[in-house]
């Protein structure tokens, strides 16, 4: 098992920026990857981030050059800065960890409102 506490959601205007924080904790083993989801009002829930152990990363293409993931194995945190909030960022935003099996590991989400 592994459980995900999440941080850093809130209210910020258009242009702000936030930094969101997922730590785990349980039963880790390598490889694994950590990141984010998110899921707006009424739409689906869609892959924001996400990042290996080994540093690899990847992002959706309507984030890249704005959101920035980063991770600290030794502290099993990953981490999303997410710069140029735009409001159709406004969402719920859920932690994941994929273990090497792909079996996916959910935090509990933290809200993200980004005000025009």
């Known amino acids: 098992q592994v459980q995900l506490v999440e941080s850093g959601g809130g209210l910020v205007q258009a242009g702000g920026s936030l930094r969101l924080s997922c730590a785990a904790s349980?039963?880790?083993?390598?490889?694994?990857?950590m990141g984010w989801y998110r899921q707006a009002p009424g739409k689906q829930r869609d892959m924001v981030a996400y990042i290996t152990n080994g540093g690899i990363t990847s992002y959706v293409d309507s984030v890249k050059g704005r959101f920035i993931i980063s991770r600290d194995n030794a502290k099993n945190t990953v981490y999303l800065q997410m710069n140029s909030l735009e409001p159709e960022d406004t969402a719920v935003y859920y932690c994941?960890?994929?273990?090497?099996?792909?079996?996916?590991?959910w935090g509990q989400g933290t809200q993200v409102t980004v005000s025009s």
């Open positions: 994941h960890f994929r273990t090497n099996t792909g079996y996916i590991f």
């Open positions: 349980g039963t880790i083993f390598s490889p694994n990857r």
